[in-house]
Structures are given as structure tokens and as C-alpha cells.
């Protein structure tokens, strides 16, 4: 499969992830809080826009906008 690359400012990226074997893996308060701290870490080495977020027992959705163009 190949990888959609863009460099357009503005580009609002829609991610899904699901975990393996779908696994409800954000089932308890904690954990969400993990991927929430994962997400603040990532910001700081790759700047993005975090625009919104939803945590669901076994996979999340984000918006995200990056900062730095060069980012793929």
C-alpha cells in the first residue's frame, strides 16, 4: 500500500488505530490517561495541532494538524 505524503498547509490528518485482536485495552481510566500523556510526548518531538480526540475501549480517533511541514 502506498502512503499518502503532503506537505499542504492546514491539512487536517484523520487517524484511526485499533488495538491487536482488538483487545479493549482503554477500558479503565488509566490507561486512557497513558495514550492522552503518549500523544503530549509526541507534540513536543513532532509538533502537531491536537484538534480532537475520542478514546474508545479498543481504539481512538484523533485530528491532527502538524506544525512542520516536513512531518509525514
Not at 488495538?19 to 513536543?44: D, G, N, Q, W, Y
Not at 491536537?50 to 485530528?63: A, C, E, K, Q, S
Amino acid at each position: 500500500m502506498k502512503l499518502f505524503k503532503s506537505h499542504e498547509p492546514n491539512l487536517v490528518h484523520y487517524v484511526t488505530a485499533v488495538t491487536h485482536k482488538r483487545v479493549p485495552v482503554f477500558s479503565s481510566e488509566r490507561s486512557c490517561s497513558l495514550l492522552i500523556e503518549a500523544l503530549a510526548e509526541t507534540r513536543i518531538k513532532d509538533p502537531f495541532k491536537l484538534i480532537g480526540y475520542v478514546i474508545m475501549p479498543d481504539h481512538f480517533h484523533l485530528l491532527a494538524n502538524p506544525l512542520d511541514m516536513n512531518v509525514t
